[in-house]
């Protein structure tokens, strides 16, 4: 069966840089979600899409935004990054809202 | 205030042993949706359960169990014979439609090693 895709799996950014992470959902999800997992955290919600639109928007620093295109992939742009953006980024999909999760294998970044 | 809290920070087990993960949540909402997760070594986020906060009924899927219980506001999950793959840390999260929509507000985790 078809999961979700992020890519890329592994990023290395310097301070201040700006980084860019795609997410695409499974055939026929209509919501995606972002999340942010630090090193030994839980993860923690960014923003969320239904039908390309922002549906809901959890602590993500003013650096950041995110869009869904028509396509229903997402892309999170995070700026001026800082060494504390290093974490595992996840995206995940939903056929609907309230419905289970499914979690693509995360985005590790690494800010130097 | 935490709104899902998973008391077990870590669990040891010998395999072959059954071992229950605790998770109690907080909410106001009437209509509320739990789950569990499993993330091993490798960092994916799998996903193992959901249930929703109308229907209490206790479910088994192979050697996994899990327990719903309004009344205490607990959602308790129960490896049987554990095996050293069981070995990863298991998220409890909740999702309040009411209140914040359907994002996931995940519990610290509980990370369960199992011992050959």
């Known amino acids: 069966a078809a999961g979700v895709i992020q890519s890329p799996r592994h990023l290395i950014k310097e301070k201040r840089e700006t980084a860019t992470l795609k997410c695409y959902p499974i055939p026929r999800h209509d919501t995606v979600y972002w999340y942010q997992q630090g090193p030994g955290q839980d993860p923690q919600f960014l923003i969320s899409f239904y039908e390309k639109m922002q549906s809901d928007k959890g602590s993500i620093p003013d650096r950041f935004s995110a869009q869904q295109f028509s396509d229903y992939h997402s892309e999170l742009n995070m700026s001026s990054l800082e060494l504390g953006d290093s974490a595992l980024y996840f995206c995940?999909?939903?056929?609907?809202?309230?419905?289970?999760?499914?979690f693509g294998p995360g985005t590790r970044l690494t800010v130097t | 205030a935490q709104k899902v809290t998973q008391a077990q920070t870590e669990i040891s087990v010998v395999e072959k042993e059954d071992v229950t993960l605790d998770c109690v949540y907080e909410t106001r909402d009437t209509t509320y949706y739990l789950f569990w997760y499993k993330q091993p070594p490798s960092g994916e986020l799998v996903f193992l359960i959901r249930?929703?906060?109308?229907?209490?009924q206790n479910e088994i899927s192979g050697r996994y169990s899990w327990n719903f219980q309004k009344s205490t506001s607990s959602f308790n999950f129960t490896i049987t014979a554990s095996q050293v793959v069981d070995s990863a840390v298991y998220f409890c999260?909740?999702?309040?439609?009411?209140?914040?929509?359907?994002?996931?507000?995940f519990g610290e985790g509980t990370q369960l090693t199992v011992n050959p």
């Open positions: 999260a909740l999702s309040e439609r009411e209140t914040s929509g359907s994002r996931l507000t």
């Open positions: 995940a999909s939903s056929p609907r809202q309230d419905y289970e999760q499914y």
């Open positions: 249930r929703n906060s109308f229907d209490e």
